[in-house]
């Protein structure tokens, strides 16, 4: 809708009869509506161009013909003139603050170059059809395509929301209307009344230019250019005829260059005065901030010999302004005798162009007469044809402090590495193995005594990670111990040495005592660990011998008399917690004084290791067999039932009977009595339960079915039961 009606304001002011319109506003309203959208041009926008221009043509007389002709031609510089700007003039889309050289550019590349590749295809095209001469027709499309572009173009292009919006306010429509009205009068004056009149037409609006806001300067050429048309068509300017028949001499060029000059120049100075602003500001936050840091600047012209110190050059040696002139030898004659060969070295080297820059450090005296460390960073910035340098330019920056706080961390530095080799020969010296680790828990360290338990050397384990040689884990549920940030989610200090146990790479197992402790940072952060270690598998041995030896009876390898009252004392603690049960056997031997008397106490000993066998035999795998003292013999009978309980006391009553006992040719047989009870919530503490079986009561017949089968045996109780 926006090409038709630009098409047909065209038409109606400039065409005569099927031509050009000599005044053609459509393709720059096209160009503009297109290079300012974020996408591009699609076949639906040229469709719409050509049927606009098809339309508009019809409409006002022109034949089919050149209907079709105008809408090709249309639609081709649409797309070339978009063409161009996205390769030669900084891409689409064509931002609305452009600056004065893209839009001069656009506008050569649109008004001058595309019209004069699309006029000369219009004018070869009409001349094969209707014989119209190449040279006037392609002029004429030139001209009025550019006499649109200059009165459309800069109005569309910098007409964003913010530009309206400021010439919409009350005070900027007054100047805007004032300012066209004054340029406007002037114009009609120029065309109607002068020898000269469009430099004087144009003078007014380059007057003007650099004082108005670009969308109120672009609304300003507009009116002036408009006004320009109109006095022309009107009859108003002498010398010729009026109407459109005074556009066919190149009149439109002319008012294209009247409005689009100012425009550029307004542009061109505003963005020169723009970037002096912005130059000055930069240079006031450069002085600023070189001030703020301390560094003085230097600016040496080496054609008038001269250089230029800053103030802060000046007060880094505690000089006022004043006081120091601007001498090129100064910077030598205040500088450390030691550091002159070094410094003229380093300046003759970047003069003749062997350094990229100049960087030295070194001293300069005070003005207290103290020396003080700088550090002089320059470049030749200009250089003579021959390459000697013409100017420079650097900045000194105050770096004592800096070298002082490096002279004490070269100290420290070298006590730290004293002090580190001293750690380092008392690790390799101790007879603990250690292994350091980081953060990540990779190897950092490892001694001697720790390669050797580990099997592996120092340079295949350091940077690998610590399960690479060390796997330490509870010998029982195999959890790891190794790593302090997996013990129990604790930073802190943990000591393993009752079942820890190293695998080695080659499989082998060993036990060891070991210390893990954490390294923490400033932060409380894990930052590594330490491990010691030692092979602890001999003391471990010990250790459990020595706990067997405490719960268990040394000759017959079954749990002794205290370890068996504390398992009674847990199953009573069991009973009364989940009212479970269980039996409690006694077991007492008869006829074995006599195997000791007649055969000795080895008879004996084997005899005792014989019978806790058989006893061990006869029950069940999870009773619990202990020999009580002597010839007496006690198990806990897991199972509640009384009648399993009796089941078992014949099956060992059965079993001791049947035993036959040969030594030294001599055959002894022994028979057993049993006391039978239950252990149970009720039944009292585990000392009254044991003295009730082993207290002495009136001796009844044995019943047939758990009487010993030797016809002499009197147990003490054939099976007391409760």
């Known amino acids: 809708m926006g090409f038709w009606l630009a098409a047909v304001v065209s038409i109606l002011l400039s065409r005569v009869g099927d031509g050009v319109a000599t005044i053609w506003l459509a393709s720059a309203f096209a160009f503009v509506m297109l290079a300012r959208r974020r996408y591009a041009a699609s076949w639906i926008d040229y469709a719409a161009i050509a049927l606009a221009t098809l339309a508009s043509n019809v409409a006002f007389g022109s034949s089919w013909k050149m209907g079709v002709l105008f809408a090709v031609i249309n639609g081709g510089h649409t797309a070339l003139s978009l063409w161009l700007v996205d390769r030669f003039a900084g891409g689409l889309p064509v931002k ?36 119209w001469p190449i040279i006037p027709t392609a002029w004429t499309f030139l001209a009025s395509n550019a006499l649109g572009f200059a009165l459309l173009l800069p109005l569309l292009m910098y007409a964003s929301r913010s530009e309206v919006a400021a010439v919409l306010k009350p005070q900027a429509v007054l100047r805007v209307v ?167 070295a380093a300046d003759r080297d970047h003069m003749e162009g062997r350094t990229l820059e100049y960087k030295l450090e070194y001293r300069m005296r005070h003005k207290s007469g103290r020396w003080i460390w700088v550090e002089d960073h320059g470049k030749a910035i200009e250089r003579e044809p021959d390459g000697a340098v013409a100017r420079a330019i650097g900045s000194m920056t105050d770096i004592t402090e800096r070298k002082e706080a490096e002279e004490r961390l070269m100290v420290s530095a070298a006590l730290l590495a004293d002090e580190k080799e001293r750690l380092r020969v008392m690790l390799q010296s101790i007879g603990d193995a250690v292994i350091g680790t980081d953060a990540e ?181 999870t009773d619990i067999v202990a020999r009580f003292g002597g010839d007496e013999f006690s198990a806990v009978l897991m199972s509640p039932s009384p009648v399993e309980g009796e089941r078992a ?31 149970a919530a009720d039944s009292g503490e585990a000392n009254e339960i044991i003295a009730r079986l082993m207290r002495p009561a009136t001796r009844p017949k044995r019943r047939a079915a758990i009487a010993p089968s030797s016809r002499w045996l009197v147990p003490k109780q054939a099976l007391r039961s409760r």
């Open 178 to 344: 004032l300012v066209a009205a004054i340029c406007a009068g002037l114009a009609y004056l120029a065309l109607s009344q002068s020898r000269f009149p469009f430099a004087l037409a144009m003078l007014p609006l380059m007057i003007i230019a650099p004082r108005l806001a670009h969308l109120e300067l672009a609304l300003v050429c507009g009116v002036t250019g408009i006004t320009c048309v109109a006095v022309a068509m009107s009859g108003f300017m002498p010398g010729i005829n009026g109407g459109v028949e005074m556009l066919s001499d190149g009149f439109q060029v002319s008012v294209a260059i009247i409005v689009s000059t100012p425009f550029m120049v307004g542009l061109f100075i505003k963005q020169i005065s723009e970037d002096h602003a912005r130059l000055a500001e930069a240079e006031t936050r450069w002085n600023f901030a070189l001030a703020s840091a301390g560094q003085g600047v230097w600016d040496a012209d080496m054609r008038n010999n001269t250089v230029h110190y800053s103030a802060t050059w000046k007060h880094m040696l505690g000089y006022e302004e004043h006081e120091l002139g601007n001498d090129p030898d100064l910077w030598l004659e205040l500088a450390h005798p030691d550091d002159v060969a070094r410094m003229a």
């Open 441 to 621: 828990n990779r190897i950092t360290f490892m001694n001697p005594v720790a390669e050797k338990l580990t099997g592996t050397t120092s340079l295949a384990a350091l940077g690998k990670p610590l399960g690479f040689v060390y796997r330490a884990v509870d010998e029982e549920t195999g959890r790891r111990l190794d790593e302090p940030h997996l013990a129990d989610n604790r930073l802190e200090r943990t000591e393993q040495n009752s079942r820890a146990l190293l695998t080695r790479n080659d499989g082998t197992r060993f036990s060891i005592r070991q210390m893990v402790s954490p390294i923490l940072n400033e932060l409380n952060e894990f930052s590594g660990s330490v491990i010691v270690f030692q092979d602890f598998t001999d003391a471990r041995t010990l250790q459990r011998q020595l706990a067997y030896a405490a719960t268990h009876d040394a000759l017959t390898g079954l749990a002794n008399r205290p370890s068996f009252i504390r398992t009674v004392e847990d199953l009573l603690d069991r009973a009364r917690k989940d009212a479970s049960h269980y039996q409690l056997m006694f077991i007492d031997l008869d006829h074995f004084k006599p195997v000791n008397d007649t055969s000795g106490h080895a008879a004996g000993d084997a005899l005792l290791q014989k019978v806790a066998a058989t006893i061990k035999a006869a029950l069940a795998p």
């Open 96 to 131: 609305t603050d452009a600056p004065a050289r893209t839009f001069s550019l656009i506008l050569f590349l649109t008004a001058v170059l595309t019209d004069a590749i699309t006029g000369l295809a219009f004018a070869g095209v009409t001349y094969f059809l209707h014989g």
């Open 649 to 679: 006391a014949l099956a060992v009553l059965d079993a001791v009977s049947a035993l036959e006992f040969s030594w030294e040719g001599q055959t002894h047989r022994v028979s057993s009595s049993i006391g039978l009870t239950s252990i």
